[in-house]
């Protein structure tokens, strides 16, 4: 009778299934997150998650436990070094299942298992907003750099008088009648 034995028995012996289980969660912790099916997805849950909460605590007694179920001193070191510093303030629920529907050869429900707090896919998050900003056009000098632009903009309405350059000409400083504008030297004249 199979009375109290609830767990998927994923169709292997038991010795091919811890193996099966070790190695997944070795490359788990290694790689934050792995594709496989949904049913070897639920095991490793239930596998992994118990030896996450261990790894909180760090004592040579847990590593000893965690190194026991792992079998790989690399994926220890990584549990205990950086992914225990992640999950510290989490009360379980370590890992998430994401389906991916099925697989062609066989039909197999996929998934991918990952790290909740290693997730790329779902940010709680949101991205601070960036703002945008405009550049000033630069002052030059007080009155004679307003008329200046007075007359630019009636030039390019086509609205320039002679008596308006007149006038701009003869209100213009000393000292911008000194500082003349500086001509293109491939000899076009601005001619747009």
Known sequence: MRHNKKFNHLGRKAGHRKAMLRNMAASLIMHKRIHTTVAKAKALRMYLE?????????????????????GNKYAVTELFRN???????????????IKLGNRLGDNAEMALIEFVDYNTTYNTEKPAKKTRRRR???KTGGEASQVEVATKQDEQAGTVSEEGQAKAEA?????????????PKDGNQGEE
């Not at 992640?86 to 998430?96: C, E, I, Q």
């Not at 209100?171 to 001509?183: F, V």
Request: hydrophobic letters at 25%.
């Open 136 to 138: 000033r056009k630069k």
């Open 171 to 183: 209100e213009q400083t000393p000292e911008a009648k000194e500082d003349p504008k500086e001509e």
């Open 83 to 97: 992914i225990s510093q992640k999950v510290a303030d989490r009360p379980g629920g370590y890992l998430r299942i």
């Open 50 to 70: 118990p030896l996450v909460t261990r790894s909180k605590e760090d004592t040579m007694h847990n590593r000893r436990m965690v190194f026991r179920a792992l």
